[in-house]
Every structure is written in C-alpha cells, then in structure tokens.
C-alpha cells in the first residue's frame, strides 16, 4: 500500500529543469507494467504515439475495446498488429472504416484464423492493397482463392499464385494465369511451377551442369558416387574444395586427402568431419574463424550423453562450441566444458545452454564486459555483485544492478551514473528510493525510464499526463 506522503507529493511536484519531456514519459507510462487501465486508457485519449498498444506484453480489455472503438485510425491499426488479439477483436478490425485499418487486420489474419464471412468480406474489399493479403490468410476457403486468383487487379492475381495455392485452382484458372496479360502475374506462375531439378551424383551429370550455385550445392551435399568425390577434391575452385570437405557424404579418405589443402577454408572444413577420430581432427592445421560455424551433426547426438561428454574433450575447439551451444545439457558434461580453457567455448556455454550456471555467466561477462543478454538472465542476480558498483567499466557497473542485496544508497549513485545506460537501468529499478526516481523524471534524467518504473506511485503517473 502506498504511504499518504506520496499522494500528496503527487499534487504538487512537477519539474523544475525544463519543458516537461512528454513523450519520454508517455512511452515510459505506456512500458509500465503497473500502470493501471485508468492511466492506459488517458494515453490513448491524450494522443500517445500508439505502437505502444503493440509492444505492451500485457493489454488489459477494457483498453483493448477502447482501443478498437477509438476515433482515431492509426491506434485501431496499431491494435490490429498487436499478437495474440482475439479473432473477435481482428473481424471488428477487418470492417473498419478506413482501409489501412483493414490491411493490417488482414495481415494479421494470417497468423489468426477469421470466421468465413469475414475473410470473405476482405476478399470482397474495395481496396487491392488488402484483397492482395487475403491469399496468405489462414483457413482461406477455397472458392475465395479461386476469386482472389480472378481479380480484377493485377496485384491481388499475383499474390493469389502461390506453389502451394496453384493445385487448388481450377484448370481453366490456371490457364487462364498461364496467359494473363499482366508480367508479374505469369511470373508468379512461373515460380509456383518451378520444380527444384535434383542435384547431380554422376561425374558425368555434374561436369553436364553448368549453373555454378548448383554445381557448389552438389559438391556441399550430394549423395557423391566415388568417381564425382575424387573429381571435387581435386577441383580447382577452392570454394568447390571446401564444400566438398564438409559433404558428410565425402568418403572419409577422400576428405582425408584435402587435410593438407593450401587453402585455410579446406582445411577447416576437413578438420569439422564428423568422421574423423580425434587423432585425425588434430592432425589437420587450421586456424579459427571469427565465427564458429554450426555443425548440425553435434546437434544430433544431443540425446546421446556418453557421446556429448566425448566431444566435450574433442582437441577441435568449434566441436567443444558446438556441444556448449546445445540448449540441455548432463551436468557432466557441463561440468567439463564450464571449466574449457578456451573462452569461446566458456561464452557459448553461457549463452546458450539452460544448464550453465550463474557462476559462469558471471565470469564470463567479466572477462568480456559482455554480452548484455547475460546479464538479463535469472542466473545472472547474485549477492556480492555491489562491488562492481564502482568500477570504471560501465558494463560491470550496470551487472551491479543485478545485486538483490543492492542498497539504496549505491542504487541512487547508479541512476546519476555518468553512462546513460546504467543510468537508465537504474532508473526503472523499483528499488530506487523514491525521492530519486522523482529527480530520474526530470528532462536532463532519465524520464522515460522512470516513468516506466512499477514503484512510481500511481498518482504520480496521473500527475505527469495533467502536466503533459
């Protein structure tokens, strides 16, 4: 319950350094997610920019209905895109008034269902710009693609073509799309014919292929007969060279063959195998690249504990990566890689998998002053994490922040924090004091963050739109 001192603080305090910022607390009002359906509602009436109305996680109903009766066109189109409206609210949407209303309800009807009568007033519409998205919607009737496919405008004929939409179109339809007038319209029948032709596995099919990208496709994945792998791994284009080495379907000797290739993308690529045993993995000289690339066979032994806990100790540091990246993983093996000595593996281990603990998490975004993904996480919050509070860095003093034990005192010192990232962290925390959060809300603070603060007192908020 809040105390009385604050309500009656509210009736007279307002700003003392310059003109109110009213959109900085406007938005940080519409991001509250204590703001009562009062204070919501009063933003939509007073103007409020209102792609908030999408990005809000939780949108109480009664402003969401006032949302879809406002008199104002861009908020009824920015509920439209809000995920997860109800497919009653979107058929109200879908029969506004004002057509850029009804395309961006028949848009969103392509991730939620609309009764039949509705789709097919869209369908119906006077505007091409939205009859063109019906064809995408979902549990589009047939007889409705069908008319789409016979539109009048161009536009709407093309967008009706669709490789999994041409079967259902009748034969005289679709002979008809053949021959339209229109070049966009045939060209979209062109790519609903298109069969994708199979990749060559012969010596002779592949030297008969003549379109490159085809050609490095074949080499990356084919099923290679012998004859085809020993002519890629003598190819002269290193990039054929190299998607040969990584083809799981390159006899082992053959990859073998490319270990000592003078190009560093072969070699890389021979030494990423999962064929080869770890005397051969480490036989091969690479170097590492920027990025460690994904090895979509580490991925496939995931429910496989003994192996995952084999390539946990792999010599290669990208297959140790690949096993860190891995959503779940035994605490053996957790175990193991937490302690890599290679960083890279350590900072995949704690971005990715759900079992790292916040130890690790904590130390490697020490070592790195980063990534900020890290210290969002619920593994992150420690006690004793306050003693960043006065380091140099303003990524270690902004993980402070995440010290459940953090005093008010340091807590006030971070919102007037010179960096305005950690002062803009440190104005939404709903510990900060509330003499400070009321100083964060002046124009040279952090008004939007503070505005945007669960703990700033509901007549507070009133306060800021009467003076906005």
């Not at 209303?101 to 028949?106: D, G, I, M, T, Y």
């Not at 016979?150 to 009748?170: F, H, K």
């Not at 964060?440 to 800021?464: G, I, K, T």
Request: hydrophobic share 50%.
């Amino acid at each position: 319950m809040l105390d009385l001192s604050a309500h009656q603080s509210a009736a007279v305090w307002h700003p003392l350094s310059g003109p109110p910022p009213v959109r900085a607390w406007r938005s940080g009002l519409a991001a509250n997610p204590d703001a009562p359906v009062e204070v919501l509602e009063r933003l939509l009436e007073d103007g409020a920019e209102p792609g908030w109305l999408t990005r809000r996680a939780e949108l109480p109903a009664p402003v969401a209905e006032a949302a879809l009766r406002h008199p104002q066109w861009q908020v009824r189109a920015a509920l439209a895109e809000r995920p997860g409206l109800s497919a009653q609210a979107l058929a109200v949407l879908a029969g506004d008034r004002e057509r850029r209303v009804r395309r961006a309800a028949a848009s969103a009807a392509h991730r939620v269902a609309l009764p039949p009568e509705v789709l097919a007033a869209l369908a119906a519409d006077r505007d091409p710009d939205t009859r063109r998205r019906v064809p995408g919607c979902a549990g589009l009737p047939p007889e409705l693609l069908v008319r789409l496919a016979q539109d009048g405008s161009a536009l709407v004929r093309a967008a009706a073509v669709r490789t999994e939409s041409w079967p259902q179109l009748p034969p005289t339809v679709r002979t008809g799309l053949r021959a339209d007038r229109d070049q966009a319209v045939r060209a979209a029948v062109r790519r609903a014919l298109r069969v994708e032709r199979e990749l060559p596995v012969s010596l002779a099919g592949y030297i008969a292929e003549s379109d490159p990208a085809r050609r490095e496709r074949t080499a990356a994945s084919a099923a290679l007969e012998r004859a085809l792998g020993e002519w890629l791994v003598l190819d002269d284009d290193p990039r054929i060279r190299t998607a040969a080495a990584g083809n799981p379907r390159l006899p082992t000797d053959l990859a073998l063959a490319l270990a000592a290739d003078p190009h560093e993308a072969v070699r890389l690529a021979v030494s990423l195998r999962a064929d080869l045993t770890e005397a051969q993995r480490s036989a091969v000289a690479y170097r590492l690249p920027d990025a460690p690339p994904v090895l979509p066979w580490v991925a496939e032994r995931a429910g496989d504990p003994a192996e995952l806990l084999r390539l946990a100790g792999s010599a290669h540091p990208l297959v140790r990566c690949a096993v860190a990246s891995l959503e779940r993983l035994p605490d053996e093996v957790v175990a193991v890689l937490a302690a890599d000595r290679e960083l890279a593996v350590r900072l995949a281990l704690a971005e990715h998998c759900a079992d790292a603990p916040g130890g690790l998490l904590r130390s490697v975004y020490e070592q790195l002053l980063g990534p900020a993904a890290l210290v969002a996480d619920p593994r992150f919050a420690a006690p004793g994490l306050a003693r960043w509070a006065g380091r140099p860095e303003p990524a270690l003093r902004l993980a402070a922040l995440r010290d459940p034990e953090l005093e008010p005192g340091v807590l006030a010192a971070l919102a007037a924090d010179g960096d305005a990232v950690v002062a803009r962290a440190a104005a939404g925390d709903p510990r900060l004091p509330l003499r400070v959060l009321l100083g964060a809300l002046e124009p040279d603070a952090q008004p939007e963050a503070a505005a945007a603060n669960p703990a700033l007192p509901v007549p507070f908020m009133h306060r800021l739109l009467a003076l906005s």
